[in-house]
């Protein structure tokens, strides 16, 4: 499982140009669900995502969670993060999840991240996606849980 975590200032989805998610500040989370994930892989890392310290406290310092910031959640499936890009000049999806194992799985982080208390919004899986975000730093990290 892969999450591509981006600090931003605002973001939102829209599918067929209606937006369907949004937050303001908080983190925008692109979910990649690989084969061999487990319901015990998607809890490892939505804790590590909902306690990364990427938000500056008052030293200016990157030492606040989006819970302690007060931010929210713009949770959106990315199918293309699960693919293998080590050979050639086109990726391989050998490695990603079957998309019904996928989709359960993705759903899971969600309520995961909700059952935190964390304002959550959510991209629709599956769905050709527009999204929009303002990267606050920029501040962008990759987490990963195998």
């Avoid at 369907?20 to 084969?35: E, F, R, Y």
């Avoid at 015990?40 to 306690?51: D, F, P, R, S």
């Avoid at 993705?106 to 899986?125: D, S």
Wanted: proline share 4%; with cysteine.
């Amino acid at each position: 499982m892969k999450v591509l975590l981006q600090r931003v200032s605002a973001a939102h989805v829209e599918v067929n140009e209606e937006t369907i998610g949004q937050i303001g500040h908080g983190l925008l989370l692109l979910v990649g669900i690989c084969k061999g994930d487990t319901p015990a892989t998607v809890e490892k890392l939505a804790q590590k995502v909902l306690g990364y310290r990427v938000f500056e406290d008052e030293q200016g310092k990157m030492n606040l969670n989006v819970q302690q910031a007060g931010g929210g959640l713009l949770i959106v499936s990315q199918f293309t993060l699960s693919a293998d890009t080590d050979k050639g000049l086109r990726p391989s999806f050998s490695s990603s999840a079957p998309p019904a194992e996928a989709q359960r799985l993705y759903e899971y982080f969600v309520q995961c991240c909700t059952a935190a208390g964390v304002p959550v919004a959510t991209g629709q899986f599956g769905a050709d996606m527009q999204v929009h975000l303002v990267n606050d730093g920029p501040v962008t990290f990759l987490l990963e849980a195998n």
